[in-house]
Protein backbone atom coordinates (compact mmCIF):
# COMPACT_ATOMS: atom_id res chain seq x y z
CA UNK A 1 0.00 0.00 0.00
CA UNK A 2 1.20 3.98 -0.41
CA UNK A 3 1.47 4.39 2.95
CA UNK A 4 3.59 1.01 3.75
CA UNK A 5 5.62 2.28 1.12
CA UNK A 6 6.43 5.75 2.44
CA UNK A 7 6.80 5.37 6.29
CA UNK A 8 6.41 2.40 8.71
CA UNK A 9 4.73 3.12 11.47
CA UNK A 10 6.59 3.59 15.16
CA UNK A 11 10.22 3.64 13.65
CA UNK A 12 12.58 5.88 15.45
CA UNK A 13 12.64 9.76 15.21
CA UNK A 14 14.66 10.37 12.61
CA UNK A 15 12.75 7.75 10.40
CA UNK A 16 9.63 9.52 11.31
CA UNK A 17 11.20 12.97 10.31
CA UNK A 18 12.05 11.56 6.88
CA UNK A 19 8.87 10.15 6.67
CA UNK A 20 7.25 13.59 6.79
CA UNK A 21 9.70 15.21 4.65
CA UNK A 22 8.42 12.81 2.22
CA UNK A 23 5.13 13.13 2.90
CA UNK A 24 5.67 16.98 2.25
CA UNK A 25 7.01 16.17 -1.46
CA UNK A 26 5.00 13.00 -1.80
CA UNK A 27 1.75 15.35 -1.80
CA UNK A 28 3.58 18.50 -3.94
CA UNK A 29 3.19 20.63 -0.74
CA UNK A 30 6.17 21.66 1.41
CA UNK A 31 7.55 25.29 1.87
CA UNK A 32 7.74 25.94 -2.03
CA UNK A 33 3.59 25.70 -2.39
CA UNK A 34 4.29 24.85 -5.90
CA UNK A 35 1.93 21.68 -5.98
CA UNK A 36 -2.04 20.82 -6.28
CA UNK A 37 -4.43 18.76 -6.70
CA UNK A 38 -3.69 15.27 -8.00
CA UNK A 39 0.01 16.41 -8.85
CA UNK A 40 0.90 14.25 -5.73
CA UNK A 41 -0.31 11.15 -7.54
CA UNK A 42 2.25 11.92 -10.54
CA UNK A 43 5.14 12.30 -8.47
CA UNK A 44 4.72 9.22 -6.18
CA UNK A 45 3.77 7.08 -9.31
CA UNK A 46 6.99 8.52 -10.31
CA UNK A 47 9.15 7.83 -7.27
CA UNK A 48 7.43 4.58 -5.38
CA UNK A 49 10.68 2.27 -6.54
CA UNK A 50 12.81 4.42 -4.96
CA UNK A 51 10.30 4.83 -1.98
CA UNK A 52 10.16 0.95 -1.44
CA UNK A 53 14.05 0.81 -1.66
CA UNK A 54 14.36 3.66 1.17
CA UNK A 55 15.63 5.88 -0.77
CA UNK A 56 14.82 9.30 -2.52
CA UNK A 57 16.38 11.21 -5.65
CA UNK A 58 18.93 13.61 -5.10
CA UNK A 59 16.58 16.08 -7.29
CA UNK A 60 14.14 16.15 -4.51
CA UNK A 61 16.44 15.65 -1.53
CA UNK A 62 17.84 18.74 -2.71
CA UNK A 63 14.65 21.00 -3.42
CA UNK A 64 12.97 19.94 -0.42
CA UNK A 65 15.97 21.24 1.69
CA UNK A 66 16.28 24.46 0.03
CA UNK A 67 12.96 25.41 0.01
CA UNK A 68 13.21 24.17 4.07
CA UNK A 69 15.97 26.15 4.36
CA UNK A 70 14.43 29.47 2.57
CA UNK A 71 11.56 29.31 4.82
CA UNK A 72 13.29 28.85 7.39
CA UNK A 73 15.11 32.09 7.31
CA UNK A 74 11.69 33.80 6.46
CA UNK A 75 10.41 32.28 9.75
CA UNK A 76 13.34 33.65 11.90
CA UNK A 77 11.74 37.19 10.73
CA UNK A 78 10.49 38.00 13.80
CA UNK A 79 8.64 36.75 17.01
CA UNK A 80 6.44 33.47 15.98
CA UNK A 81 2.76 33.60 16.97
CA UNK A 82 1.36 31.19 19.98
CA UNK A 83 1.56 27.81 19.00
CA UNK A 84 -1.53 25.64 19.08
CA UNK A 85 -0.76 22.37 21.19
CA UNK A 86 -2.06 19.17 19.93
CA UNK A 87 -3.80 16.27 21.84
CA UNK A 88 -2.43 13.04 20.99
CA UNK A 89 -2.44 9.50 22.21
CA UNK A 90 1.24 8.13 22.70
CA UNK A 91 4.29 9.89 23.64
CA UNK A 92 5.07 12.48 20.52
CA UNK A 93 3.97 15.76 21.35
CA UNK A 94 2.99 18.02 18.57
CA UNK A 95 1.87 21.60 18.20
CA UNK A 96 1.69 23.93 15.09
CA UNK A 97 1.90 28.20 14.82
CA UNK A 98 2.14 30.51 11.88
CA UNK A 99 5.58 32.56 11.26
CA UNK A 100 5.91 35.72 12.10
CA UNK A 101 4.95 37.51 8.96
CA UNK A 102 1.50 34.60 8.86
CA UNK A 103 2.88 33.27 5.36
CA UNK A 104 3.62 29.50 6.59
CA UNK A 105 2.63 27.07 9.00
CA UNK A 106 5.15 25.45 11.38
CA UNK A 107 4.93 22.18 13.12
CA UNK A 108 6.68 21.07 15.86
CA UNK A 109 7.39 17.59 16.26
CA UNK A 110 9.24 16.67 19.74
CA UNK A 111 10.93 19.62 19.76
CA UNK A 112 11.76 19.46 15.95
CA UNK A 113 10.01 22.47 13.61
CA UNK A 114 9.47 21.91 10.22
CA UNK A 115 7.58 24.19 8.07
CA UNK A 116 4.69 22.47 6.65
CA UNK A 117 2.73 24.96 5.24
CA UNK A 118 2.60 27.59 1.98
CA UNK A 119 1.41 29.22 -0.60
CA UNK A 120 2.50 30.09 -3.92
CA UNK A 121 1.64 32.71 -6.10
CA UNK A 122 1.24 33.47 -9.74
CA UNK A 123 1.12 37.44 -11.31
CA UNK A 124 -1.32 37.17 -13.99
CA UNK A 125 -1.09 41.40 -14.51
CA UNK A 126 -0.03 44.37 -13.06
CA UNK A 127 -1.58 47.78 -13.27
CA UNK A 128 0.29 51.12 -11.82
CA UNK A 129 -2.41 53.35 -10.72
CA UNK A 130 -0.26 56.17 -10.12
CA UNK A 131 -1.98 57.01 -7.30
CA UNK A 132 -0.24 57.50 -3.72
CA UNK A 133 2.12 54.53 -4.61
CA UNK A 134 -0.62 52.17 -5.24
CA UNK A 135 -0.41 49.34 -8.16
CA UNK A 136 -3.10 46.71 -8.40
CA UNK A 137 -2.36 43.03 -10.04
CA UNK A 138 -4.15 39.93 -10.29
CA UNK A 139 -2.26 36.31 -9.36
CA UNK A 140 -3.47 32.89 -9.21
CA UNK A 141 -2.38 31.59 -5.16
CA UNK A 142 -2.15 27.99 -4.93
CA UNK A 143 -2.13 26.88 -0.87
CA UNK A 144 -1.73 23.25 -1.33
CA UNK A 145 -3.46 19.91 -2.32
CA UNK A 146 -6.14 19.76 -0.33
CA UNK A 147 -7.75 23.41 -1.54
CA UNK A 148 -8.37 24.89 -4.96
CA UNK A 149 -6.80 27.63 -6.75
CA UNK A 150 -7.64 31.04 -5.89
CA UNK A 151 -7.71 34.22 -8.32
CA UNK A 152 -7.22 37.35 -6.31
CA UNK A 153 -7.64 41.09 -7.18
CA UNK A 154 -5.08 42.22 -4.71
CA UNK A 155 -4.18 46.91 -4.26
CA UNK A 156 -0.54 47.18 -2.63
CA UNK A 157 1.03 50.24 -1.79
CA UNK A 158 3.54 51.95 1.09
CA UNK A 159 0.88 50.91 3.87
CA UNK A 160 0.93 47.20 2.85
CA UNK A 161 -1.07 44.76 0.44
CA UNK A 162 -5.34 44.32 0.41
CA UNK A 163 -6.60 41.92 -1.40
CA UNK A 164 -10.45 43.10 -2.88
CA UNK A 165 -11.39 40.06 -4.93
CA UNK A 166 -11.31 35.95 -4.27
CA UNK A 167 -12.77 33.98 -6.87
CA UNK A 168 -12.17 30.10 -6.46
CA UNK A 169 -10.44 28.57 -9.63
CA UNK A 170 -7.94 29.43 -12.65
CA UNK A 171 -10.40 32.83 -13.73
CA UNK A 172 -9.82 34.92 -16.29
CA UNK A 173 -9.82 37.93 -14.94
CA UNK A 174 -8.85 41.63 -16.40
CA UNK A 175 -8.15 44.87 -14.66
CA UNK A 176 -8.52 48.37 -15.97
CA UNK A 177 -7.50 51.90 -14.10
CA UNK A 178 -9.42 55.11 -15.57
CA UNK A 179 -7.29 56.94 -12.71
CA UNK A 180 -10.67 57.54 -10.55
CA UNK A 181 -12.23 53.65 -10.38
CA UNK A 182 -10.35 50.24 -10.49
CA UNK A 183 -12.96 48.18 -13.15
CA UNK A 184 -12.84 43.95 -12.80
CA UNK A 185 -13.78 41.95 -15.44
CA UNK A 186 -14.25 38.34 -14.54
CA UNK A 187 -15.75 35.50 -15.81
CA UNK A 188 -19.56 34.05 -14.69
CA UNK A 189 -18.95 31.84 -11.26
CA UNK A 190 -21.71 30.74 -9.45
CA UNK A 191 -22.27 32.42 -6.18
CA UNK A 192 -20.15 30.05 -3.64
CA UNK A 193 -17.61 30.25 -5.64
CA UNK A 194 -17.40 34.29 -5.04
CA UNK A 195 -15.66 34.71 -1.98
CA UNK A 196 -14.78 38.31 -1.79
CA UNK A 197 -16.02 41.51 -4.10
CA UNK A 198 -14.67 44.71 -2.08
CA UNK A 199 -16.28 47.53 -3.61
CA UNK A 200 -13.38 50.04 -2.54
CA UNK A 201 -10.28 50.58 -1.10
CA UNK A 202 -7.69 53.25 -0.30
CA UNK A 203 -10.83 56.01 -0.91
CA UNK A 204 -11.41 54.48 -4.18
CA UNK A 205 -14.33 52.87 -5.91
CA UNK A 206 -14.20 49.18 -7.60
CA UNK A 207 -16.53 48.34 -10.26
CA UNK A 208 -16.79 44.51 -10.98
CA UNK A 209 -18.50 43.35 -14.62
CA UNK A 210 -19.25 39.90 -15.04
CA UNK A 211 -17.97 38.61 -19.10
CA UNK A 212 -16.82 35.61 -21.34
CA UNK A 213 -16.97 31.73 -20.16
CA UNK A 214 -16.92 30.53 -16.53
CA UNK A 215 -13.75 30.45 -14.36
CA UNK A 216 -11.58 26.97 -14.43
CA UNK A 217 -11.95 24.97 -10.96
CA UNK A 218 -10.66 21.74 -10.60
CA UNK A 219 -12.72 19.22 -10.62
CA UNK A 220 -14.11 18.36 -7.51
CA UNK A 221 -12.98 14.62 -7.84
CA UNK A 222 -9.84 15.45 -8.24
CA UNK A 223 -9.42 17.47 -4.65
CA UNK A 224 -11.32 14.67 -2.97
CA UNK A 225 -9.05 12.43 -4.24
CA UNK A 226 -6.30 14.89 -2.82
CA UNK A 227 -8.32 15.39 0.54
CA UNK A 228 -8.58 11.57 0.88
CA UNK A 229 -4.75 11.00 -0.12
CA UNK A 230 -3.91 13.80 2.74
CA UNK A 231 -5.83 11.84 5.31
CA UNK A 232 -4.54 8.36 4.18
CA UNK A 233 -0.38 9.76 4.17
CA UNK A 234 -0.83 11.76 6.80
CA UNK A 235 -1.56 8.87 9.33
CA UNK A 236 1.11 6.82 7.56
CA UNK A 237 3.81 8.75 9.18
CA UNK A 238 2.09 9.12 12.24
CA UNK A 239 0.46 12.44 12.39
CA UNK A 240 -2.72 12.81 14.64
CA UNK A 241 -6.34 13.51 12.84
CA UNK A 242 -6.06 16.80 14.59
CA UNK A 243 -3.26 18.27 13.14
CA UNK A 244 -4.11 17.09 9.36
CA UNK A 245 -7.29 18.87 10.07
CA UNK A 246 -6.05 21.98 11.42
CA UNK A 247 -3.03 22.15 8.54
CA UNK A 248 -6.32 21.65 6.00
CA UNK A 249 -7.82 24.77 7.66
CA UNK A 250 -4.83 26.77 7.37
CA UNK A 251 -4.40 25.98 3.79
CA UNK A 252 -8.02 26.98 3.31
CA UNK A 253 -7.74 30.32 5.20
CA UNK A 254 -4.15 31.13 3.34
CA UNK A 255 -5.65 30.77 0.03
CA UNK A 256 -8.77 33.31 0.37
CA UNK A 257 -11.38 30.93 -0.50
CA UNK A 258 -12.66 30.92 3.42
CA UNK A 259 -15.92 31.25 5.31
CA UNK A 260 -16.09 32.85 8.82
CA UNK A 261 -18.15 30.27 10.15
CA UNK A 262 -15.87 27.65 9.14
CA UNK A 263 -14.04 28.65 11.90
CA UNK A 264 -10.30 29.49 12.13
CA UNK A 265 -7.46 26.51 11.86
CA UNK A 266 -6.47 27.59 15.15
CA UNK A 267 -9.59 27.75 16.99
CA UNK A 268 -12.58 24.71 17.70
CA UNK A 269 -13.41 22.56 14.82
CA UNK A 270 -14.00 22.67 12.12
CA UNK A 271 -10.32 24.47 11.99
CA UNK A 272 -11.48 26.43 8.98
CA UNK A 273 -11.89 23.94 6.37
CA UNK A 274 -14.94 23.77 4.35
CA UNK A 275 -17.26 20.82 4.92
CA UNK A 276 -16.59 18.65 1.97
CA UNK A 277 -12.76 18.86 2.42
CA UNK A 278 -12.83 17.73 5.98
CA UNK A 279 -15.17 14.53 5.50
CA UNK A 280 -12.38 13.74 2.69
CA UNK A 281 -10.12 14.06 5.09
CA UNK A 282 -11.44 11.79 7.23
CA UNK A 283 -12.85 9.13 4.77
CA UNK A 284 -8.81 8.54 4.07
CA UNK A 285 -7.80 8.10 7.78
CA UNK A 286 -10.67 5.57 8.11
CA UNK A 287 -9.37 3.96 4.71
CA UNK A 288 -6.11 3.80 6.38
CA UNK A 289 -7.14 2.36 9.69
CA UNK A 290 -9.16 0.08 7.84
CA UNK A 291 -6.61 -1.99 5.87
CA UNK A 292 -5.05 -3.06 9.63
CA UNK A 293 -2.31 0.07 9.68
CA UNK A 294 -1.41 2.38 12.65
CA UNK A 295 0.48 5.36 12.53
CA UNK A 296 1.72 4.03 16.25
Not at 3 to 10: S, T, V
Not at 135 to 158: F, K, L, M, W
Amino acid sequence: MIWRAICNAGASKRRRTTGLVRFLHVLDWGPRGAGHGGKHVQFFQRERPALQRGRFTMSAILSSTVALLLATVLEAAGPAPAPVDIAAAGPDQYSLRESADGRSLVLNWNGTDTVIGSCSERLLQWVDLRRDGLSASVIERNCGATVDYATQVVVEGPDGRDTVAVFQGRARLGIAWDGRRLQVNRPWLPPQKVFREQGSVAGFGIDYAVLGLSALPTAQQTLDDSNRGWGAHGRSVGLPEEVLLRWAGWAQQASGLYRADWGRWSGPAPYGDDQQGSERIREGMHDYASNGDSPG
